[in-house]
DNA sequence: GAGTGGTCTAGACCACCCT
DNA sequence: GGGTGGTCTAGACCACTCT
């Protein structure tokens, strides 16, 4: 068999590539919700035309970017974001024991406003385009440890402003009310004295070394979805990477 | 064909995880030295009497964790660590405009000791064994940004005291010279103050935020080989982390 | 027991590198 | 042009899950 049958805007690449575009394409446009299974191997491989093997090559990388969670005797599934999931994959803080903390989140302030110049370059906006701001404290056994200066671009969030309550796991709301799924992040870190802001809002002396975490936050398509900025008084915890 | 013919020791698990494990364990057995050329796909396969795809999922993996390199058209070779591989792998020091920083290194101390607590418990130690401490001063366009401080099992590099001058780049020492080849790294980053002593030899006001990256280094083996403590003085630079 | 993903095989052609 | 890894197919059996 040397013709295929595949969807149409395929263009470059191997097939398997293609196959991959296209089952992330349909779970982008919300065919298949998060935590459900998508069709099995054969049936794919049936629809598109293409055999069992290639389906499974590009099931197998959308496994390993953990788009997709595959199970098996069972099915094949698309990776839900809960908030213990997201915990686990994007908040980096251990303790020294080597256990992950696990913030709570204060009540947050949350504002739409024009992008500063330094807003439209970390998220790579229009000029005039609008932004989220979110800024929260969030505690560790009930004291404040980090300040976070969240902003998202509006466009993305349409009415995400007007939510009563800011969830403490903004990557969940993300992919279940907008159908925007968060892929990898990016992070600079590094050491920075407490300003006198800084040190009423974690409650330390000005001038305490904090850890400052600045994160910007990929989509499945590349996009950026969010520049967060953290300061976290790290008191008996640390910065973990793998790598 | 139901039955195989492999080297003897291998127990469990599917066919391809034990074509890993014996090509893994003749490349750490030096059969293969950095920057050759292993085998064909076929003449590995014919020789372990197991089919094409199954060495190529096995080779593939060692790919994915950059033991090996493959190179279409032309072989699969076993990944070499030269200095600036190991730099571009594992120095997470980038300047504000994205591009690495490439540290120079400072004439350096080493010195044999019996290990303290604190480092029997860090690279998991029996009582009484032996360490090579080394300490060092990098620079970066002439000015010291960063104290080392590197601990060693002395078991592991016999004779590593006597080296006329440590070079800039110790992983590439290790595979070359004494065939540990480093697999990956676990770092814990916290925002500390500089004490008298490193305020001095980075040239800074005591007190001074500095970044802390405490970092355990791996072998293939899963043996930890290295205990590394690191701390910067990031002028225009920060710590780069993706995930 | 039926159905799923996981492993393994055998063979074909393609894209690329080297000489 | 000969040899390498990269892609693709077709079919088999295994390990596991669910009901």
Redesign the pocket.
Known sequence: ?RK?RLEPGDTAG???ARVKAIVLARITAGDWPPGTAIP???ELARELG?????V??ALDTLSAEQVLV???????YVAEHTPAHVMFRFFNIYDDAGTQVLPDSQPTRIAVAVASAAERRRLVLEDAAKVIRITRIRTRSGRAFMDDRIVLPEALFPGLVDEPEVPNTLYDLFQKRYRIHVAHTEEQVTAVAATARLAERLAVPPGTPLLAIDRITYDLNGRRIEWRLSHAHLDGAHYFARL
Request: hydrophobic share 20%; glycine share 14%; net charge positive.
């Open positions: 068999m295929h191997p097939l398997y099995t191997e054969m293409v055999s069992q093997g290639t499974r090559k595959r199970r098996q005797g069972s099915g094949t």
